[in-house]
């Protein structure tokens, strides 16, 4: 029997001031990495809503997107640790710019993000063993291109945010 191929959706920020680009240094299984401010869109979100909702988590600043960079997809192979096997996982990321705003008081950085890093192209470039994902540089870079899709691109139909329907 085929088993369905279900990618993890996930949505990042690129936010750049004065020709810096916001990235946020984790903690991951493979060692520390650099990365957008980014993560897995939850149940019951939209896009947008998910982008906010993870920079917000990983910056401890409100973001407002102002448009869409790009869809990406890309496949990592985690190595088997711990007598678990390898896995083979595929990303589908949508990422947006925007606008940062202030830090929102009393937030934390969210359990693993060890610190926010203003980077130039340059630094990101040096930086690529460090990467999470190839799509860090390839945000970066497609945003300096000025690629920017309006946020209407993307639908989220009223259906997403409704609660599940009781089992019958």
Known sequence: MHTR????????????????????EEHTAEGLRLNNPAGHLDPGEGLLE?????????????????ALVGVYLSRFQREGRNGRPAQD??????????????VVPGRTLDTGI????WLTPDEIR????RHRSPLVVRCMEDHLAG??????????????????????
């Open 50 to 66: 998910a982008v906010v909702r993870e920079t917000l988590e990983e910056t401890t600043h409100a973001f407002t997107p102002t």
């Open 114 to 117: 060890v610190r926010t890093l």
């Open 147 to 168: 690629q920017r899709q309006p946020l209407s691109l993307v639908f989220t139909d009223p259906s997403v945010s409704l609660p599940p329907a009781p089992d019958a």
């Open 89 to 102: 996982v595929t990303y589908l990321r949508f990422a947006y710019c925007g606008e940062l705003g202030a």
């Open 5 to 24: 191929w279900k990618p993890s959706v996930t949505v990042a920020a690129v936010i750049e001031r004065d020709g810096r680009y916001l990235l946020v």
């Open 126 to 129: 040096a930086s690529s063993a």
